[in-house]
Nanobody, 114 residues
Framework: QVQLVESGGGLVQAGGSLRLSCAAS????????MGWYRQAPGKQRELVAR???????NYADSVKGRFTISRYNAKNTVYLQMNSLKPEDTAVYYC????????WGQGTQVTVSS
């Protein structure tokens, strides 16, 4: 049906940067919303950023000004550029696609040290 595969997670020092990618495959309607959620140990999953097929974006207040979401519609791919990373950004980051129902990627670990 629809599968989402994330990449780009890893270990980085505070103040550093990472870029996450998510490629969607399967039966995908062209008009949809894609985004990123994250879940830290002992915390609830929270929205990080989302973007519509038309390019409209929305960010959590905690990442606004530091993270940038973008997408390449022709390849059903969404990106998350993360700058000025903080230890509190440490979490498993999940790619998400919304159309009729929610679809989720497997998650990629982001760990920010110091």
């Amino acid at each position: 049906q629809v599968q989402l595969v994330e990449s780009g997670g890893g270990l980085v020092q505070a103040g550093g940067s990472l870029r996450l990618s998510c490629a969607a495959s399967g039966s995908i309607f062209s008009i949809n919303v894609m985004g990123w959620y994250r879940q830290a140990p002992g915390k609830q999953r929270e929205l990080v950023a989302r973007i519509t097929s038309g390019g409209s974006t929305n960010y959590a207040d905690s990442v606004k000004g530091r993270f940038t979401i973008s997408r390449y519609n022709a390849k059903n791919t969404v990106y998350l550029q993360m700058n000025s990373l903080k230890p509190e950004d440490t979490a498993v980051y999940y790619c998400w696609l919304g159309y009729v129902r929610d679809y989720w990627g497997q998650g990629t670990q982001v760990t920010v040290s110091s």
